[in-house]
């Protein structure tokens, strides 16, 4: 059969890939059928590789001695190209040539001092073009362990690649729009691993794993999402989105960035910058401002019962978890509808009198009973069924009390587990099987709460027992009184029980 040498013509016809010249001039004429099959393979690419499915692709080749000697000798003369003076058109030969070698035992001593010398440099000059370097290490580390200690060096390359991104690509959608509006030393003063964050606003941190995007509010973190490397786009939109709208509060001299004036502003001009699908995923992603975040800073709540209340319905994660302990939170509208018609109180516990007047509604469960803040401080509960009673001295203790008990009122709302501590710690020694306990946890770390039985005893105790006790007397004859919390419905006398044994 012929050999398949390629001719000068047809050699100047791949010319365009800019691996082609230095990988043929470095083939002797044994190798130069070989190394034309591995070229035209290289110029079929168009993308550099990211998954080990790309990788893999070099696999075959690098079973070739002579191929690796090849290529490797190329690579060696080749040395940098990072930086946009001297940087090849052909990334994707390049990169795939590099995968290609990493596969290979071959002189494998010059292939790691190679290594290492193309990572130091990308480091030394903060490439933001040695992106698949640090790829290459990181996916074939994985079966190929001498790759390791180069990855972890490697690492910086990622956050090189993370902040020039944002730093240039964010004023490059902005200013299509504004022009000249915003600019690269900005966006990084005021959204890059900020150490004040103004409230309010998005920031980002970043380091050598990812991307860790933060909205604070008063010290306090209102919405944290972490992102691999990768997600560039994304975060770049979170942030893009964040000046349209910081712009249009200040032209319109509005304080508050949920106002409809300013969203509507702000969607129109990112439906000039991004498809609508664009726009709807990371919306979904980001969703603490254009869609759907809440405040409830409108409504007569207590500031630390808004504050839980915001927290957790921005949080899909946590807002599930506690739907999971039938405790439902709602938007700030069904607050203040609540607040706005009373007529609530009367069709769950009838015509009656209540031993508190101060009673604020702020979440409910699955059969349509309310819990409540009474004298703006205490927790409450009324149900459906003509209970009602006390949980929590306050919203710390009842968040929690829910965090760590991870179920229903009902499940420890007994007077048989709550007889004693031992009874109480017996019946929870084992911690409740839960799909949230993720979130939970993670709940508990960020406001300091405690794990201890002991003390969720104390707190649940101290909330049930309150006097005046939260009762409904009723008015009517047609009515009876309410009972408690504790499951049974004769009158208080459950709860008056549960206090002597404590005694």
């Not at 919390?485 to 002597?500: F, P, R, V």
Request: net charge negative; proline share 3%; aromatic share 12%.
């Amino acid at each position: 059969m012929k050999k398949n040498t390629p001719s000068a013509d047809e050699i100047k016809n791949y010319s365009h890939k800019k691996m082609t010249l230095p990988l043929m001039e470095h083939a002797s004429e044994e190798m130069k059928e070989p190394v034309w099959k591995l070229v035209k393979k290289l110029a079929s690419y168009a993308r550099v590789p990211g998954a080990m499915s790309d990788f893999k692709k070099m696999a075959v080749f690098a079973e070739d001695d002579a191929i690796v000697d090849v290529v490797l000798d190329t690579l060696q003369d080749m040395k940098y190209p990072f930086k946009n003076t001297d940087f090849i058109p052909d990334i994707m030969g390049y990169y795939y040539s590099i995968a290609l070698i990493s596969q290979s035992m071959h002189r494998r001593e010059e292939t790691i001092k190679l290594f290492n010398e193309l990572v130091d440099y990308a480091i030394s000059i903060k490439s933001n073009s040695a992106l698949p370097l640090a790829r290459n290490m990181d996916v074939l580390s994985k079966e190929y362990p001498d790759l390791s200690d180069l990855f972890e060096k490697a690492k910086t390359i990622y956050r090189f690649d993370a902040i020039d991104s944002i730093k240039e690509r964010v004023p490059i959608q902005v200013n299509k729009l504004y022009h000249d509006y915003t600019n690269a030393d900005k966006i990084e003063a005021e959204y890059i691993n900020v150490e004040n964050p103004e409230d309010g606003k998005v920031f980002v941190e970043v380091d050598e794993n990812g991307y860790v995007v933060r909205i604070v509010e008063k010290g306090k973190n209102i919405y944290t999402k972490i992102f691999k490397h990768y997600s560039y786009d994304m975060i770049n939109y979170a942030i893009v989105r964040d000046v349209l709208l910081r712009k249009h509060m200040e032209e319109m001299r509005i304080n508050d960035i949920a106002d409809a004036r300013v969203v509507e502003a702000t969607r129109t001009d990112l439906k000039k910058l991004y498809s609508d699908i664009e726009i709807s995923v990371n919306n979904k992603e980001f969703a603490y401002i254009l869609d759907g975040h809440e405040k409830f800073n409108n409504t007569d709540l207590p500031k630390d019962v808004q504050d839980f209340l915001e927290e957790i319905y921005n949080d899909e994660d946590l807002k599930d978890a506690f739907f999971d302990c039938d405790i439902e939170i709602y938007d700030e509208a069904w607050v203040k509808d609540l607040e706005e018609d009373d007529s609530w109180f009367e069709d769950l516990m009838g015509s009656g009198e209540s031993s508190y007047k101060n009673i604020k509604p702020f979440a409910r469960d699955g059969l349509g009973g309310l819990w409540v803040v009474l004298d703006d401080e205490m927790i409450g509960y009324i149900g459906t069924e003509g209970e009602c009673g006390i949980l929590a001295r306050n919203i710390n203790e009842f968040m929690n009390i829910v965090a760590v008990q991870r179920g229903y009122i009902d499940d420890f709302c007994n007077a048989d587990i709550l007889k004693s501590v031992d009874a109480f710690i017996e019946e929870y020694e084992e911690p409740r099987d839960s799909d949230y306990n993720r979130e939970f946890n993670r709940f508990i770390k960020k406001h300091g709460f405690t794990k201890d039985l002991k003390k969720i005893y104390e707190y649940i105790i101290k909330g049930v027992t309150i006097k005046p006790f939260f009762q409904v007397v009723a008015t009517d004859d047609e009515y009876e009184d309410s009972y408690s919390i504790l499951g049974s419905d004769d009158g208080q006398e459950a709860l008056k029980s549960l206090i002597e044994m404590l005694e």
